[in-house]
């Protein structure tokens, strides 16, 4: 699971990134203001690369992607790319558990077939 949602992550930190300079151009928020919200944003999806598997990683990575979401009201493109993106976090969080649990299952099958020579 690690691995798909880590890849998710670093994507979500580019898009964040980028949408971050379309939201320069308008003229609702200063500068200092969409740099704090997108910083924030993207160490956030740095550091969840690394806290995905802990109790609570995946529930702080649905935040995000609710952030990402809502960041539609001031990038309103963001509210279709925010909605792939939580799709693809879900997709990567399901087929992620399904890839572990068969890797525990191969690896208890081979030591089952091969037991410990000391």
Do not use: N
Not at 11 to 40: H, N, Y
Not at 86 to 106: P, Q
């Amino acid at each position: 699971m690690r691995t798909l949602c880590s890849g998710t992550l670093i994507a979500e930190f580019l898009i964040i990134g980028f949408a971050g300079l379309v939201a320069m151009k308008g003229d609702d928020l200063s500068t200092g203001t969409v740099w704090a919200v997108c910083g924030a944003g993207m160490l956030l999806s740095l550091l969840l690369c690394g806290l995905v598997t802990r109790p609570g990683g995946v529930a702080l990575g649905w935040a995000l992607q609710l952030g990402l979401v809502a960041s539609g009201f001031f990038v309103p493109m963001m509210f279709v790319v925010g909605a792939l993106f939580a799709g693809l976090w879900w997709s990567s969080v399901h087929f992620g558990r399904k890839v572990d649990e068969a890797k525990a299952r191969f690896a208890a099958a081979t030591e089952a077939d091969q037991p410990d020579a000391v």
